[in-house]
């Protein structure tokens, strides 16, 4: 994608206030962005590292990830929804807690 027309947004968390960067996402021309990383980075839970797992892509494939803030969105939720804060599925600052990723889908 040519740099002039990266698509950029700023998404604000209403719970956090908090500006979350979405311009590594997918837009509604382009679908859900699934980089595929080498290594994704580790987060700690408890005395665990746990990672985003490329399997994802296949088991959801509606899923988008942002390497910017390490978490993983709906691609649907984040275009199309007017509701801007899902109990499921949270599309203001993403899914980060791997552990728990497949109860969140």
Request: hydrophobic letters at 30%.
């Amino acid at each position: 994608m040519d740099k002039n027309n990266t698509y950029r947004s700023q998404l604000t968390s209403h719970n956090t206030g908090v500006q979350i960067c979405s311009d590594d996402l997918g837009t509604k021309d382009t679908g859900p962005r699934q980089p595929v990383l080498p290594v994704y980075p580790l987060t700690k839970f408890g005395v665990q590292n746990r990672a985003f797992s490329l399997s994802f892509y296949t088991k959801f494939s509606w899923i988008e990830y942002s390497e910017k803030n390490d978490a993983v969105f709906c691609f649907s939720c984040r275009n199309f929804s007017t509701n801007t804060h899902d109990d499921k599925f949270d599309n203001i600052n993403g899914i980060r807690n791997w552990r728990k990723v497949n109860f969140k889908f």
